[in-house]
């Protein structure tokens, strides 16, 4: 049986780092969430202590990690999420600390934090770099609920999407266990889907039809600038979603190598959420 440790989890209001909150508790473990602003940050399981901190002004990490034996870490910071530069004192810290453990949820490229804790060969590190999230198929919510259907561009493109709980189960795992240094982790779900396979899998998980709308990319773009998208964002989607990589859309079997189970199916996922692509019952009275 694994010994109980005591792990600091940054970013721990993010879509990731409540999953890695959730799973370490339920493997036993003590859990420290570091947030910007501890007084607003909310919905956390019972046990958790929520600590107040900034990957931006390392000295601020300072109490957070005392008697922490493993960290888990994000590459961006700041109310603006701008690559961190400050991964260098962060690990001094972190070592001085008597942190054993390092995990880093890879940002999307190559970033200082990512780089500094890569070169670091005084601590166990490990790379989770998971594939497009399961939970960015909430952004058709509304758009269900309210006309249901569902715009896109690029309809056909494949993605081995992963249910995000899957990505905080392998940090828990890498941050508790031997075994996992020096390591980078493509974590996929089980299945290569296109974007009308996730829209059949809500439809069925809510119980009504949703109709899919392939937009042209002209369309998509006006779409997303509508939505408040950045130019650098639009040119992501653009190069995402119409040249997805062989990354993207290649089933890895990470999921199962380290935790021991299956990865979680999009059914699930949609299962889960399916109230929020349910319209909401009118008010009364």
Known sequence: MTQTQKILVTGATG???RQVVSELLARGHAVRALTRDAARAGGFPAGVEVVQGDLTEPESLTAALEGITGLHLITFGGPYFAPLETG???LELARAAGVQRITVLHGGGPTPLEDAVRADERVDWTVLMPVEFMANALEWADSVVHSDEVREPFVTRLSAMVHEGDIGAVAAVALTEEGHGRRTYVITGPEVLT?????????????RDITLVELTKEEAVAQWRASGHSEEVIGFLLEAYGNTPEVGRTVTGTVEKVTGRPARSFAQWAAEHADAFRARPAATG
């Open 195 to 207: 974007v009308g396979d996730k829209v059949s899998t809500i439809a069925a998980a809510r119980g």
């Open 15 to 17: 879509t990731v780092g």
């Open 88 to 90: 260098p004192r962060i």
